[in-house]
């Protein structure tokens, strides 16, 4: 597996306001994602971060509101823009590792 | 249909017994299945993975993989209080590349 931290692991923020989740992991790693944890609910994809490539949005999820940053193979950044209560929720991001992928500790937001 | 079906759960167990959790899928052609437990405000950790059709077994948990049913299961013998969490059950589809496919989980009770 690999070593995989997250800042902040908690933030409370205003609504209108944007904060960046920064994503580190101790090894090289092509592939990297950012999830959604919503309370209650399972992990929903936001979006893939390869190295070198702009990231790849699923669906109902867009760069506006979402920017990702993967300036190297150890690193990425995911933004919320424009906060609104909504947004309140858990952030992971993972890192696939063969045919595995691995979790940081997540960033619990919260939106007022 | 759901691409990732779990059932629904909660499911309890007194110590000792063996916990059976349930997952189907749609995308026939899946190669990739995972489980990930998840306690209560952590983070998703991979607990197995599975590629071959029949078991899999490491230490108290077996996973069971029937692609012609497109049924996965993971059994949990001899279960402890620790095993107390959410299991996720997670797919890479066919048609999604590497991304991974969430069930909504199930809550597990181990009750002394």
């Known amino acids: 597996s690999a070593v995989i931290s997250q800042k902040p692991s908690r933030d409370i923020c205003q609504r209108g306001t944007s904060l960046t989740i920064q994503c580190q992991v101790d090894s090289q790693v092509t592939m990297m994602f950012w999830y959604r944890q919503q309370p209650g609910q399972s992990l929903t994809l936001i979006a893939t971060?390869?190295?070198?490539?702009?990231?790849?949005?699923e669906s109902g999820f867009v760069i506006d509101k979402f920017p990702i940053s993967r300036p190297n193979l150890t690193f990425s950044t995911l933004t919320v823009s424009n906060m609104s209560p909504e947004d309140s929720s858990i952030y992971l991001c993972?890192?696939?590792?063969?045919?595995?992928?691995?979790f940081g500790p997540g960033t619990r937001l919260t939106v007022t | 249909q759901k691409e990732v079906e779990q059932n629904s759960g909660p499911l309890s167990v007194p110590e000792g017994a063996i916990a059976s959790l349930n997952c189907t899928y749609s995308d026939r052609v899946s190669q990739s299945f995972f489980w990930y437990r998840q306690y209560s405000g952590k983070s998703p950790e991979l607990i197995m993975s599975?590629?071959?059709?029949g078991d899999k077994e490491d230490g108290r948990f077996t996973a069971q993989l029937n692609k012609a049913s497109q049924y996965v299961s993971l059994l949990i013998r001899d279960s402890q209080p620790s095993d107390s969490a959410t299991y996720l059950c997670?797919?890479?589809?066919?048609?999604?590349?590497?991304?991974?496919?969430f069930g909504e989980g199930t809550q597990l009770t181990v009750n002394p």
């Open positions: 599975i590629y071959s059709n």
């Open positions: 997670a797919v890479i589809l066919e048609t999604s590349g590497s991304r991974l496919t």
């Open positions: 971060a390869n190295q070198g490539s702009e990231a790849t949005y």
């Open positions: 993972s890192v696939e590792l063969g045919a595995e992928q691995y």
